[in-house]
């Protein structure tokens, strides 16, 4: 999209599957008539900022996100309790959280609000759009310049704000940055329930909470809860938008067309060659949009253009954390939990884990299992359900639901396609023994039909091979960051001129979001010269940013209403 509007340039897409949109995936899954995400779900308000505010007609499109009464949450069996986190929509001052997380703690209950106060500051939030939505080059270029320039004295609100930063936790310190998720939560909450939910988030992040490293993490989950969100009528909505605008503006789609190879002369990318033989010339540059590094590497430059130290490190990138039992329910009737008793609000859940007790263990556990490549006992089972037709009924036909489930599981290549058709089999029953404690009507009588995906099936997408990881790459601290995927391709350029690289497997990464995308065009109009919205009158960064996240959220709350 930026490449036609902002680079006067002439684009085709070509795409190996029958339609373009990739893990931006909604279809009829489980049953006739009801509707499900295959891979991508949660959305969150900054993934297509600079997208709202630079093609505004993307919203109406059909890019459009909604929210749930509680974004995250989770049932505890073992005494039938909950603990609610209620989205931004319905929750605007997290009060109501407050007065949910002060049934297991006051301290936590007055924590929970002083982050989320700060989480609303201007300055931070102008921060976290700076960080997220500018390559690491442009970073370096910016403290070098900064560097340059005479020291002015501190300023005293920047100082206040720093000293309120610090105070919440969101400045890590030297124990935090070295500790695991798990570690830093614990600190950070007195609460074994509090602790859960940014824990179990932290899985469907692909991130590993034993492992040491990860603890700066542990404050920005807490606030991001809040936002989680939806796309209304399913997340392959998110495509039409995009291509809708793209067909307006000129773009061609080729379907059915698998890359083979980039073409390459004298060290530079003049084009490309398909699985039939077609070749087709680049005038300017070929930006792979989604593919693996692997595949980037080794199937489309090929491994004599790439240097011994890279080929390695490509060849070591880890795929076995992210990898998931994603099934979908068709439903006569939405779960219906014995915490409910509780707080009748954890009904209408996004996010929602079922746990045996409070104890962030069975998480810790769950992982630790996985990756000896099995699954866990029962009662370290950390599934996280959702049923998205609570809220948008396009979902399933009238008077019936469908739900969700997310569920950590061994690498695709651990298994031979018959052992993974009995491992589905099996898991459906597992699910149900586990989902039963916490909601009894989830039996045989009450579904209608169920889709059984795993890591095996992800392989039909080829940039989830070979493990049918979620996310492309895991998110262990050497592959975040400035190391995703590795140094040498973060910035998305490839060690091929005019060949650049982008997608989840780039920074920041995993997300179905347009950040990725967004950096590498950063990057190509740094090269070529060309048009560049962030420096038009108007859309200075990164106050642009995080005023169209907060118009966002406001449009969303217009069209969708909220809760009384």
């Not at 939910?197 to 469907?204: A, D, I, M, W």
């Not at 199937?299 to 795929?319: M, P």
């Not at 079922?354 to 996985?370: G, K, M, N």
């Amino acid at each position: 999209m930026y490449l036609i509007k902002y680079g006067g340039m002439s684009v085709g897409i070509f795409e190996r599957r029958h339609e373009i949109g990739g893990c931006l995936a909604t279809e009829e899954i489980s049953a006739p008539g009801f509707r499900d995400t295959t891979h991508a779900n949660i959305i969150i308000p900054f993934y297509y900022a600079p997208i709202y505010r630079d093609f505004p007609q993307f919203w109406d499109y059909g890019a459009q996100l909604d929210q749930y009464l509680c974004s995250d949450g989770a049932v505890f069996a073992n005494n039938e309790t909950c603990l609610a986190i209620y989205s931004e929509k319905h929750d605007p001052t997290q009060e109501r959280t407050a007065k949910e997380i002060a049934r297991f703690s006051e301290r936590d209950a007055e924590r929970w609000l002083k982050l989320w106060e700060i989480s609303q500051d201007e300055f931070l939030q102008n921060a976290t759009a700076s960080s997220m939505m500018v390559p690491f080059e442009y970073q370096a270029d910016a403290a070098a310049a900064a560097a340059a320039q005479p020291q002015a004295p501190p300023d005293a609100a920047m100082m206040a704000r720093f000293q309120k930063l610090a105070e919440a936790g969101l400045i890590p310190d030297e124990i935090t940055r070295v500790a695991s998720p798990l570690r830093a939560c614990r600190e950070s909450w007195e609460s074994e329930e509090v602790q859960y939910c940014p824990l179990r988030f932290s899985v469907s992040s692909v991130v590993d909470i034993t492992e040491p490293a990860g603890g700066g993490t542990t404050g920005a989950m807490g606030g991001i809860l809040p936002t989680l969100c939806i796309v209304r009528g399913g997340t392959h909505q998110i495509a039409h938008a995009a291509h809708q605008i793209l067909v307006q503006l000129g773009c061609k789609f080729f379907t059915h067309a698998e890359v083979e190879k980039v073409i390459i002369e004298n060290g530079e990318a003049k084009g490309i060659r398909l699985t039939d033989g077609t070749e087709i010339g680049a005038r300017k540059l070929v930006v792979s949009a989604g593919p693996s590094p692997a595949q980037v590497c080794f199937d489309f430059i090929g491994r004599e253009h790439i240097d011994a130290k890279l080929t390695r490190r490509v060849e070591l990138l880890e795929t076995a954390m992210g990898c998931l039992m994603w099934y979908s329910f068709a439903l006569h009737e939405a779960p219906k939990y014995k915490a409910e008793a509780f707080n009748p609000d954890i009904h209408e859940t996004f996010w929602l884990g079922l746990a045996e007790d409070a104890s962030p263990e069975h998480i810790a556990r769950q992982i630790r299992y996985q990756k000896l490549g099995l699954f866990p006992p029962l009662e370290d089972y950390s599934s996280v359900v959702w049923c998205h037709s609570l809220i948008d009924p396009s979902f399933a036909p009238p008077g019936k639901h469908v739900a969700m489930n997310e569920q950590l599981a061994p690498a695709a290549r651990l298994h031979t396609e018959r052992e993974w058709l009995e491992i589905k089999k099996w898991y459906t029953e597992q699910l149900l023994k586990v989902w039963q404690k916490h909601a009894p009507n989830m039996t045989w009588d009450n579904i209608i039909g169920v889709d059984t995906n795993s890591p095996y099936d992800n392989l039909r997408m080829k940039n989830l091979a070979p493990d049918g990881c979620m996310a492309g790459l895991d998110r262990p601290p050497y592959q975040s960051g400035a190391n995703r995927p590795t140094p040498e391709l973060a910035n998305y350029r490839t060690p091929v001129k005019n060949l650049y690289a982008t997608g989840g497997c780039w920074y920041p990464g995993l997300n179905a979001g347009s950040i990725e995308s967004y950096n590498c065009y950063k990057i190509i109009a740094k090269d070529f010269g060309l048009g560049k919205p962030w420096e038009e009158q108007g859309k200075e960064e990164p106050y642009s940013l995080a005023q169209e996240i907060r118009n966002m959220k406001k449009r969303m709350r217009q069209q969708f209403g909220k809760a009384e």
